[in-house]
């Protein structure tokens, strides 16, 4: 169940003399939560409405058992049912009107509603809010920066599927090597409409299996928008995979990777070996991890022309995964250590493990274009 509730707070206090006046408000809040069974995640996006701040913290009271089990883009501790979150290294500075997101994933037992009240460095931010209309459970809504309708199933070629290994324009394949990896089409779990394609990824080495399609891509140049929904059932684990393999034709054939290390999402460039973000602690903060037993919408642009890179998970911008040309330390000083014109020609889907890691997922409206397709 994935709701949405914006909050506008101001700050406590009232006027020694004459009339009473409104405060000023204080701080914004607009908290989306993705919930199932007993887990959720929770984005949370805070307006600083007052002066300028060098750092900030945001509080909240959940109302029922709610257990924060971690959190990107912030630091979020709770003791019993009070939770705070404070900014991290590249996010602490607001000034007024300017806006930080970060996002944690948690547990619940019975009903998971939002806060209604939070406070904004210590100051309280009041307790109006205003719930938006709730979609369907079984799929997140756009980020409020992203308006697009609800992906038409069958755009990907999966409700087309006849049998239960994926053909036509998608052919199952082992790059490197073969092993206990398969690829099959699963008409019992599905974003949109009612079929996905379910990889079910073994791990240790040489156990690489995907799907892969050419035509998605080819229809595109230069620059391209690659959107996705997944489902996975394992946390991405501290050694090397990968889900999302695209074949690069300026780099020796060789494939621009999108899977994870570290428990966060990354990039691998398999050529040189070379990851976004760098897998220093600072780095790898600066990406996240992906939730787990939910849709999530992945979404990336890789531009051929000046070899940049933008991502979103759910809507979200991930600052870690943001190659923009220019150094930016634990992020892509290693990445632009070569020139990277790059020339996709294939789409890949799938799991590819280095080491552990296994994982059975789900993928469904793969969408490939020239413009952002958006959740």
């Not at 700050?11 to 007993?38: D, I, K």
Request: glycine content about 12%; proline content about 6%; some cysteine.
């Amino acid at each position: 169940m994935l709701s949405v509730v914006a909050l506008t707070g101001a700050a406590l206090g009232v006027a020694a003399l004459g009339p009473a006046r409104a405060a000023a408000a204080t701080c914004a809040v607009t908290w989306t939560a993705n919930s199932w069974n007993t887990g959720f995640t929770a984005d949370v996006k805070v307006t600083n409405l007052g002066a300028a701040v060098s750092s900030w913290t945001l509080g909240w009271t959940f109302s029922g058992n709610q257990q924060v089990t971690s959190a990107w883009n912030a630091t979020v501790t709770q003791s019993g049912a009070t939770a705070t979150a404070a900014n991290v290294g590249w996010n602490g500075a607001l000034g007024t009107g300017a806006s930080a997101s970060f996002g944690f994933q948690g547990t619940y037992s019975g009903t998971n509603p939002a806060p209604t009240a939070f406070r904004f460095n210590n100051v309280a931010c009041g307790d109006d809010v205003t719930p938006s209309p709730s979609p369907s459970a079984s799929s997140p809504s756009p980020s409020p920066s992203v308006s697009t309708p609800p992906p038409t199933p069958g755009g990907d070629g999966f409700e087309t599927q006849t049998g239960t290994v994926p053909t036509g324009a998608w052919t199952v394949t082992s790059p490197d090597c073969s092993g206990a990896g398969t690829a099959a089409i699963d008409r019992t779990v599905a974003h949109s409409g009612t079929t996905s394609l379910r990889i079910n990824g073994a791990a240790g080495y040489c156990n690489h299996v995907f799907a892969r399609n050419t035509s998605l891509v080819g229809a595109v140049s230069k620059a391209w928008y690659v959107r996705y929904w997944v489902r996975h059932t394992t946390a991405l684990p501290a050694a090397h995979v990968t889900a999302v393999a695209l074949a690069d034709a300026n780099d020796g054939g060789r494939d621009l990777r999108f899977g994870g290390q570290n428990g966060a999402l990354q990039f691998n460039r398999a050529s040189d070996d070379a990851t976004l973000p760098e897998q220093s602690p600072a780095g790898v903060a600066l990406s996240r991890p992906l939730p787990v037993n939910t849709w999530n919408c992945v979404e990336f642009k890789v531009d051929g022309a000046n070899g940049t890179i933008e991502t979103w998970l759910n809507g979200a911008s991930v600052p870690g995964l943001i190659e923009d040309g220019t150094p930016t330390h634990d992020i892509d000083s290693q990445w632009l250590n070569k020139t990277w014109r790059p020339a996709l020609t294939d789409l890949k889907l799938g799991w590819e493990s280095y080491g552990d890691g296994a994982d059975t997922l789900w993928y469904d409206d793969v969408a490939v274009s020239a413009a952002r397709n958006g959740c």
